[in-house]
C-alpha cells in the first residue's frame, strides 16, 4: 500500500503568484540598478534619489497600476461581449450557466491581479523603510 502524502501543498495559483512577483521584483531590481543613470539625467521624477529609492518607487507605481486593473476586472466593468447567432438560440439555462461560470473566471483573475499588485506596493513599502 502506496503511502500519502499528509505534509503541506500550496495551490498552483500561489505558485504562480509568487513567480509573477519575483519576477517582477528582479526585473524592477535590474531597472533600477543599469538605468540608474538613465532615470537621473532624463526624468525629474527620479532626479536626486538613491537606487533603493528609484526601486521602491518602481515597485509602487507598477503595484499601483496592477491592482488597478485587477479590481478594474474583478468588478466586471471589463466585460465585453458581442452574442453569436448560435449563442442566443441556446437554452436560457445553459446560457446563464456559460455566464456565470466566465464572470467567476474573470472575478479570480482580477483577485489575483490585485493580490500581486497589493503584495508589488507592500514591497515598496518595505524597501523604503528599510533601505531609505
Known sequence: ?????????????????VLAVLFLLF??????VFV????????WFFADKSAARILSDLLFLEGAMVFA???FVASGLSIFRIESKSSLYTSPEGHVKYLRESRKKQFNFGVVLVVIGAILIGSSIV?????I
Do not use: D, Q
Request: proline residues 3%; without cysteine.
Open 36 to 43: 540608474f543613470s538613465f532615470l537621473h539625467e532624463n526624468f
Open 27 to 32: 526585473f524592477n531590481a535590474l531597472i533600477a
Open 1 to 17: 500500500m502506496a503511502k500519502k502524502k499528509t505534509g503541506f501543498k500550496l495551490p498552483r495559483v500561489s505558485k504562480k503568484i
Open 69 to 71: 486593473v485587477g479590481a
Open 127 to 131: 524597501i523604503g523603510a528599510f533601505l
